[in-house]
């Protein structure tokens, strides 16, 4: 048994404190994962904050036949996705509030273009959903998303190609109805 699982078991018997190293163990990874999707220290320090949140809570629901390791990654990604989501629908709302010389006909085609992409990406799964966002949403280079993810180039670039198919599947699938 890995010394995390040991501590898991620990806290969920009721140790409180058998939490505290896992938090150090992963809290550099986490709020390095935060940064590199927000590009902001506050914003990667309150992501972090709330991942080993989220965590502790969450804890009984954890697979030990997975890596801890793994499972709060996959929780970091998530609050940093999360997080990203929330600040471009505010940071979408400033921009429409500045006139840009766009017909009224032009901006509600802008809109439902948008609100088509965004429900397209809701029916991707997880795994291609989190590599369009990062590429296209947040301009990352393909070896930031290997690392954020943990996958080799190759892997995020046919990932990349499968969901690309796969949301221009759901799109064209939207517009023919």
Do not use: C
Request: aromatic fraction near 10%; proline fraction near 2%.
């Amino acid at each position: 048994m890995t010394e995390d699982l040991k501590l898991i078991q620990r806290f969920l018997s009721g140790d409180r404190r058998a939490f505290e190293p896992l938090v150090d163990r992963y809290q550099k990874t986490v709020f390095n994962v935060a940064l590199r999707m927000v590009n902001n220290t506050d914003d990667a320090a309150d992501i972090t904050q709330n991942v080993f949140i989220k965590a502790s809570e969450k804890l009984g629901s954890f697979n030990p036949k997975y890596k801890f390791f793994s499972w709060i990654y996959r929780i970091a990604v998530n609050e940093s996705l999360n997080f990203v989501e929330a600040s471009k629908k505010n940071e979408r709302l400033s921009h429409e509030l500045v006139a840009d010389g766009k017909s009224p006909e032009d901006v509600l085609q802008d809109d439902h273009i948008a609100q088509s992409v965004e429900e397209g990406l809701t029916k991707l799964t997880d795994e291609n959903r989190i590599v369009i966002i990062l590429r296209h949403f947040q301009d990352l280079s393909y070896d930031e998303i290997g690392f954020i993810l943990d996958l080799p180039v190759r892997t995020v670039k046919s990932r990349l190609f499968s969901a690309r198919q796969s949301l221009k599947k759901i799109l064209s699938n939207r517009i023919e109805r």
